[in-house]
């Protein structure tokens, strides 16, 4: 069975510019979360989905938007992109409470 | 609050050492899930264990053992033997609610990096 995927790998956006990430959730998950990581540090919390309605938002301006399909693949997309946008992007999938399970997440560097 | 402590930042070892990695949580429910994930450096989480606040049972799993102590809001991971293959970065992390249809969102620690060198 495959995992979550992610899509791009790795991404260089110019400052201003837009993005779109995207996520395959595991086969049978409902639930999709993002988090965003900055080098050094733990990951945070952006969205969760949960059957196409958002279920939860972390402490992120605006320019953050996401979106989960019927089939509850995942976009996220961020506006006006500034260099602090930089960093890994990490989906998560889930089932029940047995945990979230991570992609190999999309790097993304804002030049 | 919710809050998870890391207080090590980084740990050294030597191969076939046995290494414990502290985690402290803080949180006021009374439901709520613990975890452990590692972070090779390809970046991906790896999850390694999930343990919800009604169940103190320590855990075994081959060289991995947990310890949840909720008298001092613990879960410490460790590794016993340590390989080189165990370098990685480790996070400890704390989900709380009673929602079952899926894992409610994540609070990480800082994390640990583990250094085991041959």
């Given at each position: 069975d495959a995992g979550v995927t992610q899509s791009p790998t790795h991404l260089i956006k110019t400052r201003g510019q837009h993005v779109t990430l995207r996520c395959s959730p595991i086969s049978g998950h409902k639930s999709v979360s993002w988090y965003q990581q900055v080098l050094g540090q733990g990951p945070q919390f952006i969205f969760q989905y949960y059957e196409k309605e958002e279920r939860g938002r972390g402490n992120f301006p605006d320019r953050f938007s996401a979106r989960q399909f019927p089939n509850y693949s995942s976009?996220?997309?961020?506006?006006?992109?500034?260099l602090g946008d930089s960093a890994l992007y990490l989906c998560a999938s889930s089932l029940g409470q047995d945990g979230a399970f991570f992609g190999q997440g999309t790097r993304l560097t804002v030049v | 609050a919710q809050k998870v402590t890391q207080a090590q930042t980084e740990i050294s070892v030597v191969e076939k050492e046995d290494v414990t990695l502290d985690c402290v949580y803080e949180t006021r429910d009374t439901t709520y899930y613990l975890f452990w994930y590692k972070q090779p450096p390809s970046g991906e989480l790896v999850f390694l264990i999930r343990r919800n606040s009604f169940d103190e049972q320590n855990?075994?799993?081959?060289?991995?053992s947990w310890n949840f102590q909720k008298s001092t809001s613990s879960f410490n991971f460790t590794i016993t033997a340590s390989q080189v293959v165990d370098s990685a970065v480790y996070f400890c992390a704390l989900s709380f609610g009673n929602y079952g249809g899926a894992t409610n969102k994540l609070i990480f620690g800082t994390g640990t990096l583990l250094a085991v060198q041959p």
């Open positions: 976009e996220l997309n961020v506006n006006a992109l500034l | 855990e075994i799993s081959g060289r991995y």
